[in-house]
């Protein structure tokens, strides 16, 4: 079964330092996206960056990185520089393939601290 | 050029009453995906829709909920005879045709507090 495991329930980093959020997966698809979510305390569900099975370099968006590990089957979230803003639920989600379109599993999230 | 839309934001239920909560994907989206997201969990998937069809279900509880993407008009996820368990945010996404696009556009989703 399609699975995401995200071990670190919470997580304290220093403003303007840069922290590391662990995503593990399993699939036994050979096509598949992974992604990174946002969810601050208003509720709405932010999307942050996209990485494609296929793809040979790992992610970029701004401040956010994905460091995609695919033998290990990691897709870790790079935060540079965080921000008092970053505070929030982290999701990793992988999506696969599903008639025409998507199914999406998420794992239970990281709640980022970031201290002044 | 709207995003995907859900209403009502918030939504209040006695145990037993119906809970209809809507979504208008973004213009041009054929497809359509309901989350549940209980308190301090993670997205959980429901179903996924394109229009006149339900393509997955998986994620569905067997009894009281439904869900229909009509030719015209919104698409509806309905609960029958609402209990508290059912308290939880609803997300609806949408997402174009086409195997080469990735992106799932999520709603601002449905707050439903079941009394």
């Known amino acids: 079964a399609q699975k995401i495991t995200q071990t670190q329930p919470g997580m304290f980093v220093q403003e303007k330092e840069a922290v590391t959020l662990d995503c593990t997966y399993d699939t036994s698809d050979q096509s598949y996206g992974l992604f990174w979510y946002k969810q601050p305390s208003s509720g709405e569900m932010i999307f942050l960056i996209y990485q494609g099975s296929y793809d040979e370099q790992n992610a970029t968006e701004g401040r956010y990185s994905l460091n995609f590990q695919k033998a290990r089957k990691s897709a870790n979230l790079v935060i540079s520089a965080s921000q008092l803003g970053d505070s929030a639920m982290y999701f990793c989600a992988m999506r696969e393939a599903r008639g025409g379109g998507f199914k999406t599993i998420f794992g239970a999230g990281t709640r980022l601290f970031v201290k002044a | 050029n709207a995003g995907v839309m859900q209403n009502p934001r918030h939504l209040v239920r006695r145990r037993g009453q119906e809970a209809r909560l809507r979504c208008s994907p973004m213009k041009g989206h054929s497809h359509v995906y309901w989350y549940r997201q209980l308190p301090e969990e993670g997205l959980k998937f429901m179903v996924y829709?394109?229009?006149?069809?339900?393509?997955?279900e998986s994620g569905m509880p067997k009894e009281r909920f439904s869900a229909e993407f009509p030719k015209e008009g919104p698409s509806i996820l309905r609960i029958q005879q609402v209990v508290r368990g059912d308290s939880a945010a609803y997300f609806c996404a949408s997402s174009s045709t086409g195997a080469s696009t990735y992106e799932q556009y999520f709603g601002p989703g449905t707050r439903l507090t079941v009394t």
């Open positions: 829709l394109q229009k006149e069809n339900i393509i997955d």
